[in-house]
């Protein structure tokens, strides 16, 4: 696992954590019978990933979450203590524009995958050239979030994949969005009261959930066969669109227009 640390945020490193200790319980679960085989491994990157993001998002920014484990975090970060859980609870789901895709909240992520997606298959269809990516890039970081993009270390080169060589990475990062939101709805539906669950400080249950229907298999099924087979649904991003739209209108507020 790794992490990374702000001295001023230590929200970036408890949620990051909270991402990576997702993709550990993953691996972790697989089955011992896969072992030294090609299957011990998850089913995509995209399953993967909505493990980590589960955790970190739909368990990790809960309001469930937080009603058990404020009081330790307060503890341990005296300079909590008169901020009341509400208010850490909102601060902690801002939904703004953003220049750092690992920082951005759940409303606007998606838009940062789309912008290295679109830049990954111009340059890889000859389309533009390495030179130009900085100017590409701010442009659609001001088309797309409207920000100013200051430097190339909060723009282009904020992230590794591109120098390690793994193209075509972030896109599972999106479909890791989808899938998790989905798979908590079904989880939500089968595990009884996992919200007051969690609220109780309870997180095995869906650990457990998660290794039954997702984790042991590793990579026996491919993630369109393995969706249905937890959901009996096809991948569907409107679990998505519903999670990020009722939870954020009573974040701010806001009465949701009915879904088309």
Same mark, same amino acid.
């Given at each position: ?11 970036? !490193? ?30 995509? *990157? ?44 909102? !601060?902690?789901?801002? !939904?703004?524009?953003? #220049?750092?895709?690992?920082? !951005? ?25 390495? %030179? ?48 998790? %939101? ?11 009261? #996992? ?7 309870? #997180?095995? *249950? ?12 590793? %990579? ?20 998505? *669109? ?19």
């Amino acid at each position: 696992m790794t992490t990374h640390y702000y001295e001023d945020n230590v929200a970036s !490193a408890l949620f990051s954590t909270m991402h990576e200790g997702g993709h550990a319980l993953y691996e972790q679960g697989i089955s011992e019978e896969y072992r030294w085989m090609p299957i011990h491994k998850g089913a995509s *990157m995209g399953i993967h990933e909505s493990q980590s993001r589960t955790w970190e998002n739909l368990v990790g920014r809960s309001e469930a979450f937080w009603k058990y484990y404020y009081p330790r975090f307060q503890s341990r970060f005296a300079q909590f203590e008169g901020v009341p859980v509400e208010d850490f609870y909102r !601060a902690i789901n801002v !939904a703004e524009p953003s #220049l750092i895709r690992t920082e !951005a909240d759940e409303v606007t992520y998606n838009l940062h995958v789309m912008l290295r997606f679109e830049i990954e298959e111009a340059l890889i269809n000859g389309k533009v050239e390495v %030179a130009d990516l900085p100017d590409l890039w701010n442009a659609k970081m001001k088309e797309y979030l409207g920000v100013e993009v200051p430097d190339d270390a909060h723009g282009v080169l904020q992230d590794v994949h591109w120098s390690g060589g793994l193209f075509g990475y972030f896109p599972s990062y999106m479909l890791g969005n989808l899938y998790a %939101a989905q798979f908590f709805a079904t989880a939500r539906q089968e595990i009884p009261d #996992l919200d007051g669950q969690i609220a109780a400080g309870h #997180l095995d *249950m869906l650990r457990e959930w998660q290794r039954s229907k997702i984790h042991q298999y590793g %990579a026996l099924y491919d993630p369109k066969d393995l969706v249905v087979r937890v959901t009996g649904k096809p991948l569907d991003y409107h679990y998505f *669109m519903s999670e990020v739209k009722e939870k954020y209108s009573r974040i701010y507020g806001i009465v949701p227009s009915e879904s088309k």
